[in-house]
Nanobody, 117 residues
Framework: QVQLVESGGGLVQAGGSLRLSCAASGSMCTFNSMGWYRQAPGKERELVARITRSGSTNYPDSLKGRFTISRDNAKNTVYLQMNSLKPEDTGVYYC???????????WGQGTKVTVSS
């Protein structure tokens, strides 16, 4: 199975920046996509950013221009650069890894991001 280790969460002021990292290890099935999701208190988990095997990226319209996902293939690591952070960005951010053949999803343990006003 794929194991995901996340880091980079913390407390940041509104307008600030933060970079999250997710290192993948284990069986390393051919990946279809990797991404970041977040869950705010009392809300459902939502997509933040996703990068496909081909390198295409996807973002919600509300996050385009502020959040950027990237991947370092040599390190099996995906990053999420978050700029111009807002209090509503507060939540637990989860790394996701989807296998190409099976479609199985793996999730990290989550890293908490708190944006103060």
């Amino acid at each position: 199975q794929v194991q995901l280790v996340e880091s980079g969460g913390g407390l940041v002021q509104a307008g600030g920046s933060l970079r999250l990292s997710c290192a993948a290890s284990g069986s390393m099935c051919t990946f279809n996509s990797m991404g970041w999701y977040r869950q705010a208190p009392g809300k459902e988990r939502e997509l933040v950013a996703r990068i496909t095997r081909s390198g295409s990226t996807n973002y919600p319209d509300s996050l385009k221009g502020r959040f950027t996902i990237s991947r370092d293939n040599a390190k099996n690591t995906v990053y999420l650069q978050m700029n111009s952070l807002k209090p509503e960005d507060t939540g637990v951010y989860y790394c996701n890894y989807q296998c190409y053949s099976s479609g199985r999803n793996y999730w990290g343990q989550g890293t908490k991001v708190t944006v103060s006003s």
